[in-house]
């Protein structure tokens, strides 16, 4: 798919390591660009690795040929990490989707109400995981599978 990137608001963000932009896509009688086609081509044209850019928010405009949307170009996967949004890095497939449906949470949690003592407690433990510490840890193995390369 041939489209042409135009880059607009460039900013040296050093507080979070990153740069931010403003990508303007024009794609004459094309259809929208994918997220994957528009990251290469920002990665090529700003020497980066692709891995450590994020491409959200693209727009068409109403009657096509233009998109607009926004990309952050960190310098390290470290950094990325450290402070892209969750539900980005859940997109990406670094960190691990969430189980159970909300269904289910909310069912636990109507129960919880109508129990009292030590079968709450019970209730409580059952429905209670660490999941920073499962985050943690997915996120150091996605790091580690980038030492070896």
Do not use: C
Not at 48 to 58: I, M, Q, T
């Amino acid at each position: 798919m041939t489209f042409i990137v135009k880059t607009r608001k460039v900013l040296l963000n050093k507080l979070l390591n990153r740069r931010q932009l403003s990508v303007e896509l024009l794609h004459p009688n094309k259809p929208t660009p994918s997220q994957e086609s528009v990251v290469k081509e920002l990665a090529s044209k700003y020497k980066a690795d692709e891995r450590n850019v994020v491409v959200y928010g693209l727009k068409t405009t109403f009657g096509g040929n233009r998109t607009t949307g926004f990309a952050l170009i960190y310098d390290t996967q470290q950094y990325l990490l450290k402070f892209e949004p969750k539900f980005r890095l859940r997109r990406r497939g670094i960190i691990p989707k969430r189980d159970g449906s909300r269904k289910g949470w909310k069912e636990v949690k109507s129960k919880l109400k109508k129990t009292r003592g030590a079968e709450k407690t019970k209730i409580y433990m059952s429905r209670k995981t660490d999941k920073r510490e499962v985050i943690r840890a997915q996120k150091e193995t996605y790091l580690k599978g980038f030492v070896g390369k």
